[in-house]
T-cell receptor, first 115, second 114 residues
Framework: AQKITQTQPGMFVQEKEAVTLDCTYDTSDPSYGLFWYKQPSSGEMIFLIYQGSYDQQNATEGRYSLNFQKARKSANLVISASQLGDSAMYFCAMRGNTGGFKTIFGAGTRLFVKA | KAGVTQTPRYLIKTRGQQVTLSCSPISGHRSVSWYQQTPGQGLQFLFEYFSETQRNKGNFPGRFSGRQFSNSRSEMNVSTLELGDSALYLC?????????????FGSGTRLTVV
């Protein structure tokens, strides 16, 4: 069975500092994709970054980078130079190949950026 | 280009009634997935459709059903509503089923069952 675990219900970070949001996963699929989404208080879900299980390099998208450690089954999101607008819920997600391409989500981490 | 459109945005229904929610994906997107989001359970997977075929179904009772039309628009139906069905229902579309394509989500339909 596939599982995503986000152990940090809430995180605080000072504006302009970097923050790491943790995500661990469990799957028996040899090939899978890992995603991070942001959900601001307005409610819409925004796709941030993708990491494929066979990608050799960590994914980066602007201020977002994914620290992928395959052996540890972790896919932590690093946000550099935090901004007030980064305050939101962040969801880690995984899509595998077993039984189709469904994507499962973790419980989320609420990030608060302090001025 | 237009995003994922979900209608209606808000809905109030009475226990025992049935409801149909609609989702129009981004033009060209053939994969549509549905999720139920609640404060207690988070994002729970409901269904995934690709080219009018249901590819996956989550662990929900048979009261929850869905379909996808030839133009990729999708509907989900919940019959015999229960109080616990109150939630934000999110639709997400993707260009293809797999690969590095992230979802584009709609704004959701907030269903309240009274």
């Amino acid at each position: 069975a596939q599982k995503i675990t986000q152990t940090q219900p809430g995180m605080f970070v000072q504006e302009k500092e970097a923050v790491t949001l943790d995500c661990t996963y469990d799957t028996s699929d040899p090939s899978y994709g890992l995603f991070w989404y942001k959900q601001p208080s307005s409610g819409e879900m925004i796709f941030l970054i993708y990491q494929g299980s066979y990608d050799q390099q960590n994914a980066t998208e602007g201020r977002y980078s994914l620290n992928f450690q395959k052996a540890r089954k972790s896919a932590n999101l690093v946000i550099s130079a935090s901004q007030l607008g980064d305050s939101a819920m962040y969801f880690c997600a995984m899509r595998g190949n077993t039984g189709g391409f469904k994507t499962i989500f973790g419980a989320g981490t609420r990030l608060f950026v302090k001025a | 280009k237009a995003g994922v459109t979900q209608t209606p945005r808000y809905l109030i229904k009475t226990r025992g009634q049935q409801v149909t929610l609609s989702c129009s994906p981004i033009s060209g997107h053939r994969s549509v997935s549905w999720y139920q989001q609640t404060p207690g359970q988070g994002l729970q997977f409901l269904f995934e459709y690709f080219s009018e075929t249901q590819r996956n179904k989550g662990n929900f009772p048979g009261r929850f059903s869905g379909r996808q039309f030839s133009n990729s628009r999708s509907e989900m139906n919940v019959s015999t509503l229960e109080l616990g069905d109150s939630a934000l229902y999110l639709c997400a579309s993707s260009l293809l089923e797999g690969g590095n394509y992230g979802y584009t989500f709609g704004s959701g339909t907030r269903l309240t069952v009274v």
